[in-house]
């Protein structure tokens, strides 16, 4: 069976047109913020569960960034790459890391899972963040 095409509404294709060339890997209320400004009826809720949608769909990807931000961020490249992510506001930039992913897990190490994507992120602090804490202790 066929699954169902979801209905092409105003909202969804102003948040695609928002996410679908973005580097910065908006979180949901970023990309709200964005879209709201479009669409001034535009629901919180709904830019939740559009991105969930677009996600299920393999339009986006959701980053494990796990640093202390309020939210989940989001990447419209799909295709594999690596991240570098700021540890103290979050902030997620595209790398490509030029190694053969498969040496990176050894057979022993995979605990009888199989294995279906290796991304490697790479926590540091970012430029803006190095220079404002700079100016927080030089003052």
């Known amino acids: 069976m066929k699954q169902k095409e ?23 209320k970023e990309v709200y913020q964005h879209v709201s400004k479009q669409l001034s009826n535009i629901s919180l809720t709904t830019v939740y569960n559009t991105m969930e949608l677009f996600k299920k769909r393999g ?16 990447d419209s490249t799909v295709t594999p790459h690596d ?3 700021c540890t103290s506001c979050g902030k997620v ?3 490509n ?22 991304a490697v992120n790479v926590y540091g602090v970012c430029s803006e963040c190095q220079t404002a804490a700079g100016k927080l202790f030089n003052s």
């Not at 339009?59 to 989001?74: A, F, G, N, W």
Request: proline share 4%.
């Open 93 to 95: 930039v595209d790398i």
């Open 59 to 74: 339009h986006i990807v959701e980053l494990p960034v796990m640093v202390q931000t309020d939210s989940k961020r989001y």
């Open 6 to 28: 979801p209905q092409k509404t105003a909202q969804r294709l102003a948040i695609y047109n928002y996410i679908k060339d973005n580097k910065s890997h908006p979180s949901i």
């Open 97 to 118: 890391i030029d190694v053969d992913r498969q040496l990176l897990i050894s057979e022993d190490q995979k605990h009888d899972y199989d294995i279906q994507k290796i």
């Open 83 to 85: 991240h570098l992510i």
